[in-house]
């Protein structure tokens, strides 16, 4: 039960950050989840919270990879895989051997195994932070590209060699040579069981489309276990997890093709599960961070609180450290960018853009609790430095990017996007219908395309819906009233209508405030009806003025004078005066009860009718 409620927790706090960041989007969503971990330590539960590093890896890392993975552009990793292997592996290569000795020049005590763990825990980069901090301005194509494929292999780059830099403490033992070769066998055996894995699955999953087995119920828990099944398999077999599951996510996504033709309500359910469960995940690791904080800090306040200051200057050297190495790196053209801007500023864009988020701080957390039947050594302050480093490089671009680059502006509109989209999938339509079918598939595939033209033709104008559900409320009103006064329908039963349709069409589109206020007015239609109806008189008064001053300027002249004829002879009419009945009948108007509030040229267009 306790694992329970503080699941339940972190889930009700990641939420809370994500209202709050809609509300006030400048502040990054990561410091607003860090700030609710910061409240939820208050609770009792989150006292002396651990979560187990296994865990934690396999619940949290493997889904967040294999997503990334599937969401890469292949085609643009294809062309960029020099780049990016310089970036991924020889870069993170190079900055975990000078930060681990840099470290051991800092903080001598630290064991130099320690050190290079700490050096590997930081120095993956993390997309979804620099997302977050650029969200309003214009980052260049061509060095958020680099840096979007470079997250997706450091990650694994620094989970290897922290693996070893961990295997050569415990054992106290460690060879160069060796080291390197293990390294090489874990990277690459890791790719190589991801693309195997990832193929055998996409076949699978196409097999499901041939034998129409691939509704929701099949496809949505396949997807969901995916990465778990690849990351268990290559940990098993010895090689990385971590590789693997990226590896069969860009699988999945050069295969996206394939996998189209999957009906669209089975691929919308899929996207957005995956969406939100991968920004529910980026939350709970900000969440867990700061909730963990109070608990490092007793931790630190019972041993190595005098360490605190040389903690600060070896994660700010850190920090500074991988700063330049990626500027340097740049500069001297160790990485190829397309040169449309100058050297100096990508290379300071790249330097800057080295966020480091979720993958750091799950590594930070991976940590074994426990080694030969002691305490892990160190554990807390090396999750601290990780935690001020992450801090450090979302805080430095947050203040100075937005001077280097100008504010984004957007080429097109999502109704422009979804216009063409609508076009392209018309045109297929009109081109599969020209073909001579005699194997009876083709309405199947044109019923395909029709649902996915569906998720992007329904963008309607919320305003114009509500005012024409508002002007087909009027219409219902008066055509009720005009049936209560003519004793076709009971009384009782007409008002009870007027109220489920005022309510019906008002109440999807009001504020929170509105709503009650709505409750309200349903409660006083249904325990004091007398005074309810003087109200909805006077709101029928304001409609009947609205309604001649509609056919006045529409140029009915002939109608508007028979209604204010008519008004003038009744207005002292006293049942005129109770029921306030609709002052024209059909016959006097000569005009539909339905069409009646309509203007001449709009008297042709159909309006959604509420259901009761």
């Not at 097999?207 to 940990?235: C, G, M, N, R, W």
């Not at 988020?357 to 305490?375: D, E, N, R, Y």
């Not at 009915?556 to 028979?562: L, R």
Request: glycine content about 6%; proline content about 5%.
């Amino acid at each position: 039960m306790t694992s329970f409620f503080t699941i339940v927790l972190l889930v009700v706090a990641a939420i809370a950050a994500n209202i709050i960041y809609a509300i006030y989007p400048k502040i990054p969503l990561a410091f607003y989840e860090i700030g609710a971990g910061m409240l939820l330590s208050l609770v009792p539960i989150f006292n002396h919270f651990h979560l187990e590093p296994e865990i934690f890896m396999l619940m949290i890392i493997a889904p967040l990879m294999f997503n990334d993975g599937q969401n890469t552009d292949p085609h643009r990793l294809r062309k960029n895989i020099r780049s990016t292997l310089s970036l991924a592996v020889v870069l993170a290569l190079v900055t975990i051997l000078v930060g681990g000795a840099l470290t051991h020049v800092l903080w001598g005590t630290l064991p130099l195994a320690l050190c290079f763990a700490l050096a590997a825990i930081v120095t993956p980069t993390d997309t979804v932070a620099v997302s977050s901090i650029t969200s309003g301005i214009e980052m260049p194509e061509r060095v958020m590209g680099a840096l979007e494929n470079e997250s997706l292999f450091n990650d694994a780059s620094g989970i290897v060699a922290m693996s070893l830099a961990l295997t050569a403490f415990t054992t106290g033992e460690f060879s160069l040579s060796q080291g390197l070769r293990q390294f090489l066998i874990v990277f690459f055996g890791g790719i190589a069981v991801g693309l195997i894995m990832g193929m055998i699955i996409v076949s699978i999953r196409v097999l499901f489309q041939h034998k129409t087995l691939d509704t929701i119920a099949v496809i949505l828990p396949f997807s969901l276990l995916t990465p778990f099944v690849i990351y268990l398999t290559a940990e098993h077999l010895g090689l990385s997890g971590i590789l693997a599951v990226v590896a069969a996510g860009v699988v999945h996504g050069i295969q996206g093709q394939r996998l189209r033709l999957t009906s669209t309500q089975t691929q919308l359910v899929n996207n957005t599960t995956w969406e939100a469960l991968t920004n529910l995940l980026n939350g709970f690791v900000f969440v867990l961070l700061g909730a963990s904080i109070p608990s490092v800090w007793n931790a630190l306040s019972t041993s190595e609180i005098h360490n605190l200051p040389l903690l600060l200057i070896t994660a700010v050297g850190l920090y500074l450290l991988m700063g330049l190495m990626r500027f340097l790196w740049c500069m001297f053209n160790l990485v190829s960018l397309p040169s449309e801007g100058t050297r100096i500023k990508d290379s300071l864009l790249m330097a800057l853009s080295g966020v480091h988020g979720t993958i750091t701080l799950s590594m930070a957390f991976s940590l074994p609790l426990v080694v030969a039947g002691h305490a892990f050594p160190f554990r807390s302050a090396i999750i601290l430095i990780a935690g001020i480093i992450i801090l450090l490089s979302m805080i430095v671009p947050s203040l100075v990017l937005p001077i280097l680059l100008p504010n984004k502006q957007a080429p097109y509109s999502a109704d422009e996007l979804n216009e063409q989209i609508v076009k392209m999938v018309n045109y297929a339509i009109d081109q599969l219908r020209n073909i001579n079918d005699k194997s009876g598939a083709l309405p199947g595939v044109i019923e395909v395309l029709n649902s996915q033209k569906s998720q992007y033709s329904q963008n309607a104008d919320n305003k114009l819906v509500h005012q024409l559900l508002e002007q087909t409320e009027d219409v219902e009103h008066a055509a009720v009233a005009e049936l209560i006064e003519n004793g076709e329908v009971e009384a009782r039963i007409g008002w009870q209508y007027n109220r489920a349709i005022t309510f019906q069409a008002q109440f999807a589109f009001l504020s929170p405030w509105a709503r009650l206020k709505m409750w309200f007015k349903m409660l006083g239609f249904r325990f004091f009806p007398k005074t309810a109806r003087k109200q909805f008189n006077k709101s029928f008064k304001r409609n009947r003025e609205a309604k001649m001053k509609l056919l006045k300027q529409h140029g009915q002249t002939e109608k508007y004078n028979a209604y204010q004829a008519f008004y003038r002879e009744h207005k002292d009419d006293e049942r005129f005066k109770t029921k306030q009945a609709n002052p024209l009948t059909q016959k006097q108007l000569a005009l539909p009860a339905t069409t009646q509030l309509l203007p001449a040229n709009n008297q042709q267009q159909k309006l959604p009718q509420p259901t009761t």
